[in-house]
């Protein structure tokens, strides 16, 4: 699968820019490790997808309220 991806640390509060593959953003992230954390994993670290990400916030309500609209415009449509 392609990206993108970011390597996350949660123990430093950084996530890296995105990469095409996931070895990249692996290879992203050993480099950090063996800089900021001796080579050591923080507890927490991971490779993250932005490709599949959910509805949040108001973007669930606007969602909720188009929906309604449609099936509102197809009722009235049909009756």
């Known amino acids: 699968m392609f990206g993108p991806y970011r390597y996350d640390c949660p123990a430093c509060g950084v996530t890296s820019e995105p990469y095409i593959t996931r070895r990249a953003a692996e290879r992203r ?25 959910g509805l949040q916030g108001g973007e669930r309500q606007a969602t909720a309220i188009v929906a309604a609209l449609l099936l509102i415009a197809l009722v009235t449509k049909f009756l």
């Open 29 to 53: 992230g050993a480099g950090h490790r063996d800089r900021r954390h001796e080579g050591m994993h923080p507890r927490g670290e991971a490779i993250v997808s932005d490709r599949f990400r």
